[in-house]
């Protein structure tokens, strides 16, 4: 059980201190938006390429996948539907709190999680590939397009084509599928700047959460209660459901699916928020709470299934 706690500690201690250094204003009162981009643009690409770069390809497209896949795309458009249809938020705001219930942290959390609780670091592979070449380039372009106000269809492709995270998320993939093998002379150099990747950002996180108070923005408590009780209740029990009666799956592999669905929101939602200027305290406060609140359901989901 401790060793189930491990990868919560290693978080919890990078928000601590990045809460620490916002209190003190180290860095500056532009230090959230700087670590923002350095996350965005220069870290996280290095990060999902070596990620997928390294994943197993068997893996990547198993029957992991359209579980996955299923659960989550069912819970954003719910999210989406109510957002949209019920309370009338503008499309940037449906976007980024339909990704705080829907898309997991799967990397800096799954991967360690998915080591102590499933026994191998590779499960979470194919949510992260789900992720990164569908939900992203959706959600990016979307955000682009409501940001920049021109929705030219060149434009947006040729906006898609180069944004970085997706870039380095296809040639983790492509080097992954086509079995090639790097030499250290390439693969070391970006696995240091990978390694940077996570603790930056969620220093950054911590930086942010000074100052302000859970479900303390008027207006969006319901946005961030929606997609918090989505995240930690709905995705789990219909990830088991789809699994169990639809696909069949071991019990082994029923566990995995639902450790997976039950996963908090990921950070990288919240790098969104800061890149585009749009929802970040939707994405903010989902982040805390299902943090904090997964622990206790990915604990429970343990019990009951492994």
């Known amino acids: 059980m401790l060793e189930t706690l491990t990868g919560f500690a290693v978080v919890g201690l990078a928000i601590a201190v990045g809460y620490i ?31 997928l770069a390294q994943a197993d390809a068997r893996v990547l497209f198993s029957s992991l ?19 949209k249809l019920v309370w009338k938020r503008d499309v940037g705001e449906t976007v980024i709190g339909a990704l705080s219930a829907g898309q997991v942290n799967s990397n800096n959390i799954g991967i360690p999680l998915s080591l102590y609780l499933l026994g191998s670091a590779a499960y979470p592979a194919p949510v992260i590939l789900m992720q990164l070449l569908v939900f992203t380039p959706i959600s990016l372009t979307i955000l682009d397009t409501v940001t920049s106000g021109r929705t030219s269809v060149w434009r947006t492709f040729v906006r898609t084509a180069t944004n970085p995270i997706i870039l380095g998320s296809a040639l983790g993939t492509l080097v992954s599928v086509l079995g090639v093998e790097l030499p250290p002379i390439v693969m070391e150099p970006a696995t240091l700047l990978a ?27 319901r946005d961030v209660l929606l997609a918090s009780t989505l995240k930690l209740l709905v995705m789990p029990v219909l990830a088991w459901v789809v699994a169990e009666f639809v696909f069949g799956l071991s019990a082994h592999e029923v566990l995995i699916v639902v450790v997976l669905a039950a996963l908090p929101t990921a950070q990288n939602v919240f790098n969104y928020s800061q890149r585009y200027d749009i929802g970040e305290s939707i994405s903010r406060d989902t982040v805390f709470i299902t943090t904090i609140g997964c622990i206790p359901v990915l604990l429970t989901a343990t019990l009951i299934l492994g």
């Open 195 to 221: 390694n940077a990747c996570v603790p930056v950002l969620l220093i950054s996180y911590g930086i942010s959460l000074f100052g302000q108070r859970v479900l303390g923005t008027s207006g969006h408590r």
């Open 21 to 51: 250094i916002g209190r003190m204003d180290l860095l500056g009162p532009h230090a959230r938006h700087v670590l923002g981009r350095l996350t965005f643009f220069v870290l996280s690409p290095f990060l999902l390429f070596t990620v």
């Open 65 to 83: 996948l359209p579980v996955s896949a299923i659960a989550a795309i069912a819970v954003i458009a719910a999210y989406a539907l109510v957002a």
